[in-house]
């Protein structure tokens, strides 16, 4: 099926536009669809703008409340607690995350847990955000989304995509970024195969009886995600669960829209560092580089043109689509553009295809 090409800034209008349509002040609608568009341009299509459609349905489901500001409902010293006040979660995650690095600011570590929060997006928006802020950080979602995952070892799901990140500054070039989901294949990615009429790798979900499966709706009619890597993707789920949901009392949230049981306990942890709490700053800069510079030295195996660091393939596609422009498929662009008509925006409010 044909894919449609647009200028990132006209998807982030759009986006804007339809968020402003469904009860958003301006400035959130932008920040989340510029949150939404930024993934795009990084490659990850999954926590792009084809959540557009999905935010809207769950905003007239009253589980997101669209003009919803975050808060600090606690803080002594290096801890804080934000409350996302179920509102958009990219708000919510940035309020956490630079009041984590105002405390690594002064104490040398701040830690921030986030409750009340709806979808954060694309996770490594975060650790770029420290990093760009001179500082180490790290982030454990726990329990966000439906309990879509089975343990390893398990017959039936209960755990959440449980998504892990971390970013590193380093002298003289972008922050080393780690961002992935615990599951052998993100949520968004699921949606990404189903938009492009794509089956999944072997090894990433199981059916409603637990058989192996590539089948997107086979996911969809009942199936189940697989941790990443076995027992250790299993080991870092429960660890992201413990830490993003028990530690910081997501779990005894009793309010949310909807009452939806797994909506209302989901939460998450942001943490940094000030990367000169052990050694200067600019030494602890320089030996990252060092490191990333030796990793990059190896020759590539057959099959690759070069190894690449964790964060290098994102600065790599925000260049090129930024130029080149991001390509939706057909049926991803059909979804967005029936929501925009279904909440009063015209086709001349709709941006062309380049």
Not at 27 to 53: M, Y
Not at 260 to 289: C, W, Y
Not at 296 to 318: H, I, K, L, M
Request: net charge neutral; proline share 7%.
């Amino acid at each position: 099926m044909p894919d449609h090409r647009f200028r990132p800034e006209a998807l982030t209008l759009l986006g804007t536009r339809v968020f402003v349509a469904l009860g958003a002040p301006e400035d959130i609608a932008r920040a989340v669809a510029g949150s939404l568009v930024d993934a795009n341009l990084t490659g990850h299509d999954s926590h792009g703008v084809l959540r557009i459609p999905q935010y809207a349905e769950r905003i007239r489901e009253g589980k997101v409340r669209p003009a919803a500001r975050p808060r600090l409902v606690e803080g002594r010293q290096a801890i804080g607690t934000v409350s996302g006040e179920w509102g958009f979660g990219q708000l919510a995650g940035r309020l956490a995350l630079d009041e984590a690095v105002r405390r690594a600011r002064e104490f040398g570590v701040g830690a921030v847990g986030v409750v009340r929060c709806n979808h954060l997006g694309r996770m490594g928006e975060y650790m770029e955000r420290a990093a760009d802020q001179g500082c180490v950080g790290f982030v454990w979602v726990g329990g966000l989304g439906r309990r879509a995952a089975v343990p390893h070892g398990g017959s039936r799901p209960t755990l959440g995509t449980n998504p892990i990140a971390v970013g590193f500054p380093v002298e003289g070039e972008h922050p080393v970024v780690v961002d992935f989901a615990t599951t052998a294949v993100a949520a968004g990615k699921i949606m990404v195969a189903r938009a492009a009429h794509r089956p999944l790798p072997p090894g990433c979900i199981v059916d409603r009886e637990g058989r192996p499966t590539t089948s997107v709706e086979d996911y969809y009619a009942g199936g189940a995600l697989l941790p990443a890597g076995a027992h250790k993707g299993f080991g870092l789920s429960v660890a992201a669960e413990l830490l993003g949901q028990a530690l910081t009392g997501a779990d005894a949230i009793d309010d949310a829209p909807g009452k939806e049981p797994v909506h209302n306990h989901s939460g998450a942890l942001f943490i940094a560092l000030d990367p000169g709490v052990m050694r200067p700053a600019e030494e602890t800069r320089r030996q990252a580089r060092r490191i990333v510079d030796r990793i990059r030295e190896v020759p590539p195996a057959a099959g690759f043109d070069r190894v690449r660091t964790p964060g290098q393939p994102e600065v790599e596609s925000r260049a090129a689509r930024a130029a080149a422009g991001i390509e939706l498929p057909d049926d991803a662009w059909r979804a967005i553009k029936e929501c925009a008509l279904g909440v009063g925006l015209r086709d001349e409010d709709l941006p062309a295809a380049r």
